[in-house]
Nanobody
Framework: QVQLKESGGGLVQAGGSLRLSCTAS????????MGWFRQAPGKERESVAI????????YYVDSVKGRFTISRDNAENTMYLQMNSLKPEDTAIYYC???????????????WGQGTQVTVSS
């Protein structure tokens, strides 16, 4: 069973940047599409960005388009989320997950880790 560990979160001022990392052990990322998700207090977990296993196709939710970039390094079993121009509404716990069900703009995540907290102050 794959185990995921997210890192790179922290406290940043609005307009700042963070780079999240997701590493997997127990099972390689490929050939899964992968997703970054987030859950803000009192809200349901939402998909933020998705990347196919080759990295050739990416999808972003409208609220992060142009600010976030998802990427992956299958050789290192690592995935990244570069987050720029952060806003207070980006504050959430961020999770990575393989897509057990995937179709372009949809990713059903599984094997959830503990996530990494991102807090953006205004």
């Amino acid at each position: 069973q794959v185990q995921l560990k997210e890192s790179g979160g922290g406290l940043v001022q609005a307009g700042g940047s963070l780079r999240l990392s997701c590493t997997a052990s127990g099972r390689p990322f490929s050939p899964y599409s992968m997703g970054w998700f987030r859950q803000a207090p009192g809200k349901e977990r939402e998909s933020v960005a998705i990347i196919t296993w080759t990295g050739g196709y990416t999808y972003y939710v409208d609220s992060v388009k142009g600010r976030f970039t998802i990427s992956r390094d299958n050789a290192e079993n690592t995935m990244y989320l570069q987050m720029n121009s952060l806003k207070p509404e980006d504050t959430a716990i961020y999770y990575c997950a393989p897509c057990t069900d995937y179709s372009g703009t949809y990713c059903r995540g599984a094997y959830w880790g503990q996530g990494t907290q991102v807090t953006v102050s205004s």
